[in-house]
């Protein structure tokens, strides 16, 4: 558990450049078992002890639509049973961002502090780099992700996640390849994760990030997001 915590910790430092402090990945199965892996032992603490991902989240889960990314704002859910929680902690101003697979669908939550009220605006803005963080996270976390996936936990709930009919699953992959992945560099590493290029575009990332700290945060967005 430690060692899984180093590497999600490790992953999502890179988000610090642009404040965004705390990050959660969320998988819910068919079978309504899920895993959360985060840079916030708290939040993982929250989540495997009542197994109630909140109003919010269910929403996503429940509402990701074919053929769609599913996004959503946290800004008016400070009562949910699970952001509330975070809430309290001082963490706040969040943004999850859902993408439905064949069995599954992995939701991505990226958040700060509660002063930080400018940054759901900067996610919108800038919504192209959070998507640029999910394909590293997904390459350089694979085996991490791989044994959670191993060692799932029981919703508190049924949830019937969004479409079930084998057509429906493959316009969501075609779908998520067009939304999320403009190059099939990319499209092989979070779909296959077979592609020996998809390394070049996780180091680009990281090396962007680090020879940029320097530069104000527009200019670091600019640079990042159009490699």
């Known amino acids: 558990m430690n060692n899984q915590f180093r590497t999600i910790h490790k992953l999502a430092s890179v988000l610090?450049?642009?404040?965004?402090?705390?990050?959660?990945?969320?998988?819910?199965?068919?079978?309504?078992?899920?895993?959360?892996?985060?840079?916030?032992?708290?939040?993982?603490?929250?989540?495997n002890e009542d197994r109630n991902i909140g109003i919010l989240l269910k929403k996503v889960a429940r509402s990701a639509v074919c053929k769609k990314i599913y996004v959503a704002v946290w800004k008016e859910y400070a009562d949910d049973d699970f952001l509330g929680k975070i809430y309290k902690l001082g963490i706040w101003n969040g943004i999850s961002i859902a993408l439905p697979f064949n069995d599954y669908i992995d939701i991505f939550s990226f958040a700060s502090s509660v002063k930080n009220t400018e940054l759901?605006?900067?996610?919108?803005?800038?919504?192209?780099?959070?998507?640029?963080?999910?394909?590293?996270?997904?390459?350089?976390?694979?085996?991490?992700?791989?044994?959670?996936?191993?060692?799932?936990?029981?919703?508190?709930?049924?949830?019937?996640?969004?479409?079930?009919?084998?057509?429906e699953e493959i316009a969501i992959i075609n779908s998520?390849?067009?939304?999320?992945?403009?190059?099939?560099?990319?499209?092989?590493?979070?779909?296959?994760?077979?592609?020996?290029?998809?390394?070049?575009?996780?180091?680009?990332?990281?090396?962007?990030?680090?020879?940029?700290?320097?530069?104000?945060?527009?200019?670091?967005?600019?640079?990042?997001?159009?490699?």
């Open 176 to 227: 998520i390849r067009r939304q999320i992945f403009p190059r099939n560099v990319f499209i092989n590493t979070v779909l296959s994760n077979q592609s020996n290029n998809s390394l070049k575009g996780s180091k680009t990332f990281i090396e962007n990030i680090k020879n940029l700290t320097s530069e104000p945060k527009n200019n670091l967005i600019e640079n990042i997001s159009d490699k």
């Open 120 to 167: 759901t605006n900067f996610y919108l803005n800038y919504f192209r780099l959070l998507k640029r963080f999910i394909i590293f996270f997904r390459l350089k976390g694979k085996k991490v992700i791989e044994h959670a996936n191993q060692n799932l936990c029981d919703l508190s709930e049924n949830i019937e996640l969004y479409c079930q009919s084998d057509k």
């Open 16 to 47: 610090k450049i642009i404040d965004i402090t705390d990050f959660f990945h969320l998988r819910i199965n068919r079978k309504n078992q899920f895993f959360i892996l985060s840079n916030n032992k708290v939040i993982v603490n929250y989540l």
